[in-house]
């Protein structure tokens, strides 16, 4: 029997290398603008697939509880530091305290990006995730931090949508 915890590092390594790849092989071809705009087109397809597998995995429905449960499972798999605060009024949020994308563009001497994939990619990403856990489910991200702790903050809050009629 193979080690679980080795056969995931061992994906996620290729996970993050194939994304940064990708990202420079196109940025030779173009420029930056023109690989960030496919990352974005990228990153507004892929959370759906992870948020679908994750509520096939962990046997999941629709509302903040769900997503709740999603992110941290994501977040832990993904190898970030951060925290969720648990679901009070319809809302919670999710503190991010060291962002594993932020060091691998770091380590890539790319930091100057991160403001700027930051402000496209996140949002994107983070949006399209949420809204499989249901439409109603809205989300605020503050970067804080980001370019030099890899750290920020998303609020998400369940809009009560009432039925006229």
């Known amino acids: 029997m193979q080690d679980h915890k080795l ?7 290729c996970f993050v290398s194939v994304d940064g790849l990708w990202f420079m092989k196109i ?6 603008e023109k690989a960030l705009e496919i990352d974005i087109a990228v990153w507004k ?3 759906k697939i992870e948020a679908r597998t994750i509520k096939e995995l962990l046997s999941l429905g629709h509302g ?4 709740h449960t999603a992110l ?3 977040l832990q ?3 970030y530091s951060h925290s969720l605060s648990p679901v009070h009024e319809d809302a919670f949020t999710l503190d991010v305290n060291d962002c594993p994308w932020v060091k691998h563009i770091k380590k890539a001497g790319r930091a100057h990006f991160i403001e700027r994939i930051a402000a496209s990619i996140c949002p994107a990403e983070y949006g399209v995730f949420t809204a499989e ?7 605020d991200h503050q970067h804080g931090d980001c370019a030099r702790h890899g750290r ?8 009560n949508i009432m039925a006229t009629g």
């Open 64 to 67: 903040l509880e769900a997503l």
């Open 45 to 47: 397809v892929l959370p």
């Open 27 to 32: 940025e030779e071809d173009g420029d930056f």
């Open 72 to 74: 941290d499972f994501k």
């Open 77 to 79: 798999a993904e190898l």
């Open 152 to 159: 920020c903050r998303f609020a998400f809050h369940a809009k």
């Open 7 to 13: 056969v995931a590092d061992y994906l996620r390594k």
């Open 133 to 139: 856990f249901g439409k109603s489910i809205s989300i």
